[in-house]
């Protein structure tokens, strides 16, 4: 089995900082990809950052971009998120999510991440 979870979350004011953290658990040999999403009361969950377990090639939406920064660590499996000038429209439930390549083909497919955090609360109030 694999398992992740996240930590991190909190309530902060607008500019302030925060630092996210899902660690996984179980078989993550095969993990290709680990992303962070969020999902807004009333919204749609969108992504927020992906991440390359081989060569950490990096993803960010353009609303977080500069202010955010996902990194891993391979021997601790764990992927972080760094939330810097956080905004009122930040705030929403922050989920971490796995990928592992494809059998037949050897793809990593992070359009359809497979495994999932329970999510952690992130409130920013103005």
């Known amino acids: 089995q694999l398992q992740l979870a996240e930590s991190g979350g909190g309530s902060v004011k607008s500019g302030g900082s925060l630092r996210l953290s899902c660690t996984g658990s179980g078989s993550m040999a095969a993990i290709c990809s680990m992303a962070w999403f969020r999902q807004a009361a009333g919204k749609e969950r969108e992504l927020v950052a992906k991440?390359?377990?081989?060569?950490?090639?990096?993803v960010y939406a353009d609303s977080v971009k500069g202010r955010f920064t996902i990194s891993q660590d391979n021997v601790e499996d764990t992927v972080y998120l760094q939330m810097d000038n956080l905004k009122p429209e930040d705030t929403a439930v922050y989920s971490c999510a796995a990928v592992t390549v494809t059998k037949l083909h050897g793809l990593c497919n992070t359009a359809v991440y497979k495994y999932w955090g329970q999510g952690t609360q992130v409130t920013v109030s103005s």
């Open positions: 991440i390359y377990s081989d060569d950490g090639l990096t």
